[in-house]
Each structure stands twice: as structure tokens, then as C-alpha cells.
């Protein structure tokens, strides 16, 4: 077996890998999947507030204070 047939074999395999990935992410019943996942930024943010909400009246301290960390920013000022 030369390296022109071993080329050829593995070219042949990435085609047939490619096309079966592109088919199963166009398959109708992976549909479902892909529209949840589409909305999961948008119920994520819903869930943090309720969850930070949620926090807050159960500690009795203001938990909007802890999640405004993650833009610290400049703390000079």
C-alpha cells in the first residue's frame, strides 16, 4: 500500500464522517434538542434570578451584591 492509497482511504473516511455528522445534526428528531438549546441562554438568565430572589429572602442580606462581582471594574473608584 503506497501513501496516493492510504491518502485516498482516509480522505474516503473523513468524507463518510463528515457526512454522517451533517446528517445527524439535520435529522428531524434531533430537532427538539437543538430548539431547547437555542433558549437555554435566555432560561438561564431567568433561573438566576429567581434563584438570586430566592437567596436573598433566606439569608435576609441582599445577594445582588455578591453577583455584582463578576464586573469588578475598577475598585479605586
Known sequence: ???GTFRGIITGLLILAFAGITWWAYSKRRKP???EAAHLPFAEDDDEFANRDKSASQNGADSRKRYSSK???DRNT
Open 1 to 3: 500500500m503506497d501513501t
Open 33 to 35: 434538542d437543538f430548539d
Open 71 to 73: 464586573n469588578k471594574g
